[in-house]
């Protein structure tokens, strides 16, 4: 299930066999819960203890959409400060971002602006969501409005990953919404590389088709 840059190779071979495939980011200062909020959602189990995230680690999850099957890749990375900023391998191709910060610490909160002006640097249209984690260290924060994101319509969730609230609902929704964003890019570059994806598909069926009616590119039928 988890990986890590040793397994990256993983993501050259033959993707599962989905109706469609998406990449989802996730941002945020070091210890906001981002590692947390995915296992929570992917195993559905909590430990209260684990080192920082070194580099990278990949979840690949089978999600529903609709009557779709969705092969979805999640990247996790740390945010540590020692970093700065991402890679834009991180941000390359990903079709839906999950921005965190953790209600107890301010300045977490604050950098929000860093990682979201970083975001759109590279992808400027994808859907993102704002994360407020950690609700269950202090349950009077959902009272309080947090206001970044508002102005650009990202949605907003309080959730923890310690006790599950909301950790379900935000991935799910944030699922559809990459789902729709690939369908439906907005950006001028995503447009083009559907489009290849879409030729690709068309190839392969043809090509399929040809070896049902027992013809292959090399027969000198097709040639
Ligand atoms: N109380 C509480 N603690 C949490 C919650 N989520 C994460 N934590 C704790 O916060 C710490 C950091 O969680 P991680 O998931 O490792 O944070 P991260 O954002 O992945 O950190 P990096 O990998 O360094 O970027 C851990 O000690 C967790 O146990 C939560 O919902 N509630
Ligand atoms: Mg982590």
Redesign the pocket.
Same mark, same amino acid.
């Given at each position: 299930m988890a990986g890590d840059a040793d397994s990256l190779p993983e993501l050259d071979q033959e993707k599962y066999d989905a109706d469609e495939q998406v990449k989802i980011i996730c941002l945020?200062?070091? *210890?906001? /819960?981002?590692?947390?909020?995915m296992e929570r959602f992917l195993l559905d189990e909590y430990r209260?203890?684990?080192l920082?995230?070194y580099a990278l680690t990949l979840y690949k999850h089978t999600a529903s959409v609709g009557n779709k099957t969705v092969a979805v890749d999640f990247w996790?990375?740390? /945010?540590?400060e020692r970093f700065q900023s991402m890679h834009p391998s991180y941000y390359h191709k990903a079709h839906a971002c999950i921005m965190?910060f953790?209600v107890q610490r301010k300045i977490t909160y604050k950098n929000l602006t860093n990682w979201y002006k970083e975001l759109r640097e590279y992808r400027p249209e994808i859907p993102c969501c704002v994360v407020a984690?950690?609700?269950? *260290?202090d349950l009077k924060v959902t009272q309080r409005s947090f206001s970044f994101g508002k102005k650009q319509g990202l949605p907003f969730y309080f959730?923890? *990953?310690?006790?599950g609230t909301n950790v379900v609902k935000m991935f799910r929704e944030t699922i559809k919404r990459a789902v729709e964003y690939k369908q439906n890019p907005s950006d001028f570059m995503d447009e083009v590389m559907q489009e290849l994806e879409n030729f690709d598909l068309e190839k392969k069926e043809e090509n399929s088709e040809a070896d049902e009616d027992g013809l292959t590119a090399e027969s000198p039928e097709l040639a």
């Open positions: 945020g200062d070091s *210890a906001v /819960g981002k590692s947390k909020l209260p203890q684990q920082s995230t996790d990375t740390a /945010g540590q965190v953790d984690n950690k609700i269950d *260290a959730v923890s *990953a310690a006790d």
